[in-house]
């Protein structure tokens, strides 16, 4: 069914007066217009004004600066121009005669290490100033300040060398170059050789060896036939377990506890990926500032290694609040206080609310509102466990879909398989009242959740490579109507990263749904019936307004569904990325999808980077307008769509 109701074309103007205001109030609040300031700054950017300090130079020194590179190529070249400091700030004075000569000498070094970064182990770096070499000045010299001071470099680049012979001694001894990047006839780039040198220490403490340490590298150059002979070797050391586990800097928090979820008192063999795991692990619990873990120099008499976890605490109450804003359904903005330490082992209480909504309509009545309360408490009788319980207040009011208030207890134990799997299981009651295309009706329903979810991303905020995928169930029984069913759901999303720097991410997501069970449609609560639409969905379509109708034009939502997204993450600045993608969904009232109604939307996104996270804003459009339906949606928030 085509038709739309004339009542869901946008207030446009209104929403823009809606964002205006928002805007305004934020940047009012904002720190930035102290009388104090001169310059306005925004996510790391200044949009006017100056924010350089001025530093007072002693005996400041006027210098000009050249450098010649020779026959290196342009690549070299602008390697060894941006590592000139003297050529990049001769505009800026130097504190006395001396400084020059100093400067100068830090420049040799930075250049000769280009150069050798570029296997040019034959290169010479000449600097002079006014016209003398630096080796040969006083140590006190006096140079002529009528006019800016010449300094000249001279890069003469020399042949690349190639790698020649290559041997490794000591407990590397045995181990195959090629598995170092180092063949002969192959690159003799000086990072090359120190990476290897340090992957054989990093593969010896994988083997449990954590007293592993290099010996000296011998590397012998040999300017005739231009190769470059490498001796790499290294001390394993015993194998190792974990041994006694101490705690310095905790105050507040339970230092048992710490040393108990850090799962380093295990006796377990020594592995550097476990030192990751365990700091990144005690990191998430939100309750310290820093966090270092330190390993003995020697092993205990046990044969066991010492570890000390030491530890700063942070603060323990916080508050905040969010804004977010899609042109389809209006703004948003969400508040929250909460406590990280209630008891001395990191339990933490959140109190959150928010309202959203904001300038889709002027009834404030329409506006979605929703309040929270969830205690959470890490390392629930075993380390790996953690029981959340949640009671939540919603009202919720999609544009001319369904108005539904509820309220909704739950409580759960998310246990942690290991590194990249989770369980979770639990109960949940819930009361529901909605009015909808099947009127007024009232829901009671007793459910017991349960899902597992495994994730392999490099970066939760902004993943690169990996993937994330969730399988959930979730069987319920309905008090007031007698009726029992169960949804089922599963997502799966990937991301491969391109080039040596990922500055191309391809990234896709497939999601579906079914829900299964006794009694019609309407004896499913609306907030259970499956709808897609919005800015972490189907871009392009108001939230959840994909769906389908009934001969009266009203949303019935559906019994499955099935949802997929692609995007082409590009970076064209460090912190500026642009994402192109098209969404794909559709929502059926039988338990499996016909595909007879599917919606797609496709559009640009704008991202920002910043350390909590990319700042998004996304541009959709419907490739399928529903009648009467937006014909553009402008999505912002944080963190990518999915």
């Known amino acids: 069914m085509e038709k739309r109701k004339a009542g869901r074309m946008s207030d446009w103007s209104s929403r823009r007066r809606s964002l205006a205001c928002l805007l ?23 949009l006017f004004g100056s924010d350089e300090e001025t530093v007072e130079v002693i005996d400041p020194v006027r210098y000009e600066a050249t450098i010649e590179t020779g026959d290196a190529d342009s690549d070299l070249a602008d390697r060894l121009e941006s590592a000139a400091a003297l050529v990049n700030d001769d505009e800026k004075p130097i504190s006395g005669d001396l400084g020059i000569i100093v400067k100068a000498r830090e420049d040799r070094d930075r250049l000769v290490a280009v150069l050798y970064e570029e ?19 006083p140590p006190n010299p006096t140079f002529d300040h009528s006019k800016p001071v010449p300094v000249t470099v001279n890069v003469t680049p020399g042949p690349e060398f190639k790698l020649g012979a290559v041997r490794f001694e000591g407990d590397a001894a045995g181990r195959n170059p090629a598995d170092y990047d180092l063949e002969p006839g192959g690159p003799a780039g000086s990072l090359i050789i120190l990476k290897a040198g340090e992957k054989i220490v990093v593969d010896l403490k994988e083997e449990g060896r954590p007293l592993a340490h290099p010996l000296q590298r011998q590397i012998t150059a040999d300017h005739a036939k231009r190769t470059v002979d490498v001796v790499l070797g290294a ?38 990926e476990q030192l990751k795991k365990a700091s990144e692990r005690l990191r998430q619990l939100g309750v310290f500032s820093s966090i270092t873990i330190h390993e003995a120099d020697s092993l205990a008499p046990d044969g066991s290694l010492p570890l000390a976890i030491e530890v700063s605490e942070g603060k323990f109450r916080y508050f905040g609040f969010g804004l977010e804003y899609a042109s389809t359904d209006g703004a948003g903005v969400q508040g929250y206080w909460g406590h990280r330490n209630l008891f001395g082992q990191a339990e933490s209480l959140r109190l959150e609310g928010a309202v ?25 009788y075993v380390p790996e466990a953690t029981f959340v319980s949640k009671l939540e207040a919603k009202s919720e009011n999609p544009e001319d879909i369904y108005e539904a208030q509820s309220i909704t207890y739950s409580a759960g134990i998310a246990y942690e398989l290991n590194a990249t799997d989770k369980v979770t299981g639990g109960g949940e009651i819930s009361y529901i009242r909605a009015d909808d295309a099947f009127d007024r009706n009232d829901y009671l329903t007793f459910s017991l959740p349960v899902s597992f979810e495994r994730d392999t991303r490099d970066n939760k905020l902004d993943p690169t490579e990996g993937y994330y995928g969730t399988v959930s169930a979730k069987p319920s029984y309905e008090a007031l109507k007698g009726n029992v069913f169960s949804s089922f759901e599963g997502s799966i999303a990937g991301y491969y990263g391109l080039g040596a720097e990922d500055k191309v991410v391809l990234a896709a997501r497939l999601g579906a749904g079914t829900l299964v069970g006794t009694g019609d449609l309407q004896d499913i609560p609306v907030t259970r019936r499956f709808y897609q639409g919005g800015g972490g969905s189907v871009r392009g379509y108001s939230y959840r ?19 997929a997204s692609f995007e082409t993450r590009v970076k064209v600045s460090e912190n500026i990325g642009i994402v192109p993608f098209i969404d794909v969904g559709t929502v059926a009232t039988e338990i499996v999808p016909d595909f007879s109604d ?22 959709a459009v419907p490739l399928r307008r529903y009648d009467g339906g937006n014909s553009f949606g402008i999505y912002a928030g944080i963190g990518q769509a999915f």
């Open 598 to 619: 599917i919606r797609a939307g496709a559009g640009l996104g704008l991202r920002y980077a910043t350390p909590f996270g990319p700042i998004r804003l996304d541009f």
């Open 119 to 137: 296997a040019r182990y034959g290169g010479i770096v000449n600097i002079s100033i006014a016209g003398t070499d630096i080796d040969q000045l």
């Open 24 to 46: 305004a109030g934020s940047l009012a609040l904002s720190p930035v217009f102290a009388p104090e300031a001169y310059a306005f700054k925004i996510f790391g950017v200044t």
């Open 545 to 563: 307004e994909i769906s389908p109708y009934n001969d009266d034009d009203d949303a019935v939502g559906g019994r499955s569904y099935v949802l």
């Open 356 to 380: 959203s909504g904001i300038g889709a309509t002027t009834d404030v009545t329409t506006f979605d509102y929703s309040a929270g309360i969830t205690f959470t408490k890490p390392g629930f």
């Open 235 to 272: 001390v394993g050391g015993p194998v190792a377990p974990f041994g006694t586990v101490t705690v310095k800097g905790a105050r507040a928090v339970n230092p048992d506890f710490i040393q108990s979820y850090s799962r380093l008192d295990r006796r377990e063999r020594y592995s550097p």
